[in-house]
């Protein structure tokens, strides 16, 4: 069973959970606000992911451009990245896909059909 992170009101979470819906895949769901990632479990979806850290931040967000955080990640550790990501969901990029051994963050269609079909 994959677990889906996402936020509903989230156009792109919607997108992806009716496709997820139309190709019969079971799946978990989970808000991303309500039950915000641990650092710990940010740390973990990342080194699965094989993606650069910073792909897990919500770039187009509200908060993230509050906070100029597009100025300030490159002077940041990853350990200090995932505690800022711990903080607020709404800074993370979604939806999220969990499965066993693979993470994919963002609903890229190809990219889903490969994993999940």
């Known amino acids: 069973m994959i677990t889906f992170i996402q936020y509903p009101k989230c156009s792109t979470c919607i997108r992806a959970k009716k496709w997820l819906e139309a190709h019969g895949t079971a799946f978990e769901e989970r808000h991303i606000v309500q039950e915000n990632p641990s650092a710990d479990e940010l740390k973990a979806w990342h080194e699965k ?24 990640l490159g ?15 709404m800074l993370v990029k979604r939806p999220i896909i969990v499965g066993d051994d693979f993470v994919l963050v963002g609903f890229k269609e190809a990219q889903w059909e490969e994993k999940l079909l």
């Open 49 to 72: 992911s094989g993606l650069p850290l910073k792909k897990f931040f919500n770039t187009s967000g509200k908060l993230y451009k509050e906070m100029n955080l597009k100025e300030k």
């Open 75 to 89: 002077d940041m550790s990853q350990e200090e990245m995932y505690q800022l990501l711990a903080t607020d969901g």
